[in-house]
Structure formats: structure tokens, C-alpha cells
């Protein structure tokens, strides 16, 4: 094929025919454009092409499940990808209209090798990507993605004879009767069911009131023009919203979901919002007791108590602190053989015997409902609670462009692990440590740290401060670790602050 052009004219001739694909969508982990300003219609049919090709080239038996989130382009984009994948001779399976997680679960339930699913994931309307992967349940990391960028801006896809495309009814069906399986409530739960009218509302109130939840509907008719807000559960709009419904209806909690239902946040019966990471140090407690010597994964943006927590200690487990990423904690929990993984961003990552190792907000769902089934004389708060205490900022993207963010990292890294040479300190405390696997981690000397990394989807860094002390301390840490951030001219301002 032709290789693709970074630039084409809309409303030209050559937009209609000639593929345009913005080298800087290919990510760490997946792909994602502006559409259709960063890619067209041809430019996505060059991207099924390369990808089909990169099957063959690895290997991969060419059979692929393909599915699209429900945005009123994402249909679109999906046939336009097939068209390549097909063009390169692979057998595509149609699994319709889906949720991320539900595309990787059509590799076990079609036994198919490879799998892309057309979504923008959490991102704003006038966003589209790919998430794919090979290795079930892995999904394509730096490397694979490197390789099939070099194919594609190359115009290396090669056509081949032998493609085919089949719709494949009653995955959907299949999906929700993994996740729900036998189990039934024995306590009463109320749940606010949250879904920013994206795809899991087609998902989340089912599945729940099929395993005895009462379920308090939240944003949950289909809507892709996103009316309320986007269906982003680590937002705060998102979360006041849910806060405000559980006060409301006087639920137990409230569970929500991102706009292609592989993420889940979670706010309390008192209406206090609980960051994923904390979820997720409430259920690595309650699996641990399950579970003994179980070793957790961790992002680097997620809580110390991972590392710190005396009552996950006492039942032997391990904490790992790994690159945030869906591709590169899945990696990262298969490679460790960890029970699960938790992602700040809402990601959680149950492997056997809970689940098949990929992240997905329906299973962490069910695991929390059945987690209060265990715990009937407890609360959602009363486990939040039962945590040590820390203050901790929510995840805050100050702009910096895609061509420029990870140069602008790279010094400011620099820049963090020279202080660390030189005695410095954040917040008052001095600095024992710069962990580097992924951006900057400053450890400091009360086990309190600051984070600064480059966003793998958007032109963004990434900041995140925790104090296990107060939160003047938290914002102390963030002031200090915010001039340096502003040594560099090309961050602009923070989506959100503390």
C-alpha cells in the first residue's frame, strides 16, 4: 500500500481516497486520533491492513474478533478497520457493539488469537481508537506497538487472499452469563448504577439486577451525544453526580463506569467518593484473606499502602509498583503470576481464579457485591474507614503537546533525580528515593510521594501527590513538585486541581 500522508485536506477528493494518519495516535499501548482530524476513513483501512499484516508476520493464526464501542461514528470506523484486516486475509468475527472488556472475552469464548476493539475509550466525543492485542489476555504494549506504526506510516501492509467477515450473535449474552455465573446476593444492596449514558448501560443495570442487586438507575439510557458528561468515573464531575444520587436514594453505594466499561469507579454509602486505588487496597485485603502470600500489582500513580498496609502484611502479601497502562499492568500481572492488579485510573486486573487477567469494570462490580455479601455487618465506609489514612490528589493533566511530552518528561526527570543528588526535599520532607520505571515517583522520607509522568492517550502529563500525614502536607508536596513542573514553558494549565 501507499504509505499514509500526516496531512490531508477535508473536503478534498484525496480525503475520501488518500489515507492521512497522524504518526503521534500510535501510543504506548494503543492507538487513538482525533477523528477525522488526525485520521480518515482510508487512513483506518490502512491501520487493518498493517494489522493484519503484523499477524502474519508474527505468526498469529488470522482469525481476529472485532467489535466498536457505541458512539455514532465508532460503526463507521470499525468497518472501515475490517476492510483492511479482510484486505490482508484475515477471518474477521463481528461481535457488533460491545464493551472493551467484552471484546476480550470473545477471544476465550471464539478462541480467537487477536482482537480489536474500535473505541475511544474514556475520551471526549470526536475521539477514536484501537485497542488490540495477540496474547490473550494481553493486549499490544511499546513494542508491538512500535512495530505495527513502522508497518503502517511504511506502507508496508501487504494483501493477501483468504479474508472473510462473519458476525458472531450471542457474545453479548455469553459475556454477561460469564460474569454473573451462579452467584446471588444474600444481603439487601442498593446500588446507584452510573454509566454517563455510554456503552456499559446496555451492560451494567442487567448484570447487576441478574445477581440480586437492587439497582438505582443513574444516566443509563444510551446516548452517544453524552448530554450529562462524559463517562469518565475518575472525573469529579462524574463523582460528585454519583455522590449526590447515593445521598439521594440512600444507597449502599454507587458503581460507575467509563465510556467503553473497562474501568469502574466507586463512591460510598455516605457519599464520599473513594479513589480506585483505595478500592483497590479494600479488595486486595479481602482477597489476601482468601488468598494468603498473594502478591498485588500496583500502578505508580496508586497509594503506598500497597507496600505499607499491616493488615495485608499480616496475611503475607507482596506488592509490585509497575508503569500505568492496561497493556503494561496486564503484562506485568501475568508475567508476576500476581492474584490482581489495581490501576489509580479505575483499572483493576483480576487473574485466576477471579477472572481471565484482563480489566474490566463488570467483574470488579460483581467482585465488590459479592466482597459486602462476605462482609454483611459492614458498610462501604465502614471499609473505607478501616483504611489507614493518606490524602491524595486526584489524577491532575496539566496540557503539553503530544510532540513535546515526553522530551518535557525526560527533563524534568532530570531535574527531580538531580534534587534527590542534592539533599532536596518536597513539602518539607526530604526526598529518600526517585523511582523512574515510569516518569518520576519521589519517595519521600515519611513514606509520603509525588508523581510526575507523560499521559500514554492525551497531550497531557500526569500529577499525583499522596501524604500519609495530612493534607497540608498533600498540598505542600504538590506546590514544591509544581515549580519544577513549571520550569518548562510547554505546560500549560491543569484540567483539574486540588
Not at 190 to 201: I, L, M, P, Q, W
Not at 225 to 240: D, G, I, K, R, S
Not at 423 to 428: A, T
Not at 431 to 438: F, L, Y
Request: negative net charge; aromatic residues 8%.
Amino acid at each position: 500500500m501507499n504509505a499514509p500522508r500526516p496531512e490531508v485536506a477535508q473536503n478534498t477528493w484525496d480525503f475520501l481516497i488518500a489515507p492521512m494518519i497522524a504518526p503521534t495516535g500510535f501510543r504506548e499501548y494503543d492507538a487513538r486520533w482525533r477523528f477525522p482530524d488526525q485520521i480518515n476513513l482510508p487512513g483506518i483501512t490502512a491501520l487493518g491492513l498493517g494489522l493484519g499484516t503484523q499477524m502474519h508476520r508474527r505468526g498469529i493464526r488470522p482469525l481476529i474478533a472485532v467489535g466498536n464501542d457505541y458512539r455514532d461514528y465508532s460503526l463507521s470506523v470499525k468497518q472501515a478497520l475490517i476492510l483492511g484486516l479482510v484486505q490482508a486475509g484475515i477471518e474477521v468475527r463481528d461481535i457488533g457493539t460491545a464493551l472493551s472488556p467484552m471484546a476480550y472475552f470473545s477471544q476465550f469464548h471464539l478462541d480467537a488469537p487477536a482482537v480489536a476493539m474500535v473505541t475511544a475509550s474514556h475520551n471526549p466525543n470526536g475521539w477514536t481508537g484501537v485497542k488490540m492485542g495477540f496474547e490473550r489476555p494481553l493486549t499490544h504494549g511499546p513494542d508491538e506497538m512500535a512495530e505495527l506504526r513502522d508497518i503502517v506510516l511504511g506502507g508496508a501492509g501487504e494483501g493477501r487472499p483468504g479474508g472473510s467477515w462473519q458476525f458472531e450473535p450471542g457474545v453479548r449474552e455469553a459475556y454477561l452469563d460469564d460474569l454473573a455465573g451462579d452467584f446471588r446476593m444474600t444481603r439487601k444492596l442498593r446500588v446507584v448504577c452510573a454509566t454517563g449514558n455510554g456503552t456499559a448501560s446496555a451492560f451494567a443495570p442487567e448484570l447487576l439486577e441478574r445477581i440480586g442487586v437492587e439497582v438505582v438507575p443513574l444516566h443509563t439510557e444510551l446516548d452517544y451525544t453524552f448530554p450529562n458528561y462524559n463517562p469518565n468515573p475518575e472525573a469529579l464531575e462524574m463523582l460528585h453526580d454519583m455522590g449526590r444520587a447515593v445521598r439521594e436514594s440512600g444507597a449502599d453505594l454507587a458503581l460507575g463506569f467509563d465510556g467503553d466499561g473497562d474501568r469502574c469507579g466507586v463512591v460510598d454509602d455516605e457519599g464520599e467518593e473513594i479513589f480506585a486505588d483505595k478500592v483497590g487496597v479494600i479488595m486486595a485485603r479481602d482477597l489476601a484473606r482468601l488468598y494468603p502470600g498473594s502478591t498485588f500489582v500496583a500502578d505508580v500513580k496508586s497509594t503506598g499502602l500497597f507496600a505499607s498496609d499491616p493488615e495485608l502484611k499480616a496475611h503475607g502479601a507482596k506488592a509490585d509498583y509497575w508503569k500505568t497502562g492496561h497493556s503494561h499492568m496486564k503484562r506485568r500481572v501475568h508475567e508476576l503470576g500476581a492474584l490482581a492488579g489495581f490501576e489509580k485510573s479505575g483499572h483493576y486486573f483480576l487473574a485466576a481464579p477471579i477472572g481471565r487477567g484482563y480489566d474490566c469494570g463488570m467483574r470488579v462490580a460483581v467482585e465488590l457485591c459479592k466482597l459486602l455479601d462476605r462482609n454483611p455487618d459492614r458498610s462501604m465506609s465502614d471499609l473505607r474507614r478501616a483504611l489507614p489514612r493518606t490524602w491524595a490528589t486526584p489524577t491532575m493533566s496539566p496540557h503539553c503537546p503530544d510532540t513535546e511530552k515526553y522530551d518535557v518528561l525526560s527533563r524534568l526527570v532530570e531535574r527531580l533525580v538531580a534534587l534527590h543528588a542534592q539533599g532536596g526535599s518536597l513539602g518539607g520532607q526530604p526526598i529518600a528515593d526517585v523511582v523512574t520505571v515510569n516518569g518520576a515517583r519521589v519517595m519521600l522520607g515519611n513514606g509520603a510521594w509525588g508523581l510526575v509522568r507523560a499521559s500514554s492517550n492525551t497531550p497531557n502529563l500526569v500529577v499525583v501527590c499522596e501524604s500519609p500525614e495530612s493534607e497540608a502536607e498533600m498540598r505542600a508536596i504538590f506546590q514544591d513538585l509544581d515549580a519544577v513542573i513549571r520550569t518548562e514553558p510547554l505546560v500549560g494549565a491543569y484540567d483539574q486541581t486540588i
